[in-house]
């Protein structure tokens, strides 16, 4: 395909799996992924859905530090340093509109 640079893919439904597959075979030609509902069935599923099926809703809508840090470790595939004033200053944004958010999930 002659690629010369990451690039975003984006998979829809089966395409998800296949954007998954080429991410891991081949990483060095991927920036970021977008999965559009991607199949899935109990078999498949990840420690972060089993935990959201238990109710656990501070995998994806944090309320301390620790938890917005292990939500990024989570949910990116390369690890990113973001400094604790961010940090703190993006939680005290979200915290006002948690309760709000809790109700969509």
Known sequence: MNLTKPMCIVGASMGGTVVCWF?????EYVSSICLLAPIGNEESETELIQR???????????ETPDQLRCMM???TV???SVPR???NG???LRL????EHKKGI
């Not at 991410?23 to 990483?27: E, G, K, L, Q, W």
């Open 90 to 92: 993006f939680l005290s």
């Open 78 to 80: 390369k690890p990113i």
């Open 96 to 99: 006002k509109l948690l309760v």
């Open 23 to 27: 991410a891991v075979r081949h990483p």
């Open 52 to 62: 959201l099926k238990a109710g656990d809703t501070t995998s994806l809508l944090p």
């Open 85 to 87: 004033v961010f940090i």
């Open 73 to 75: 470790e989570t949910l």
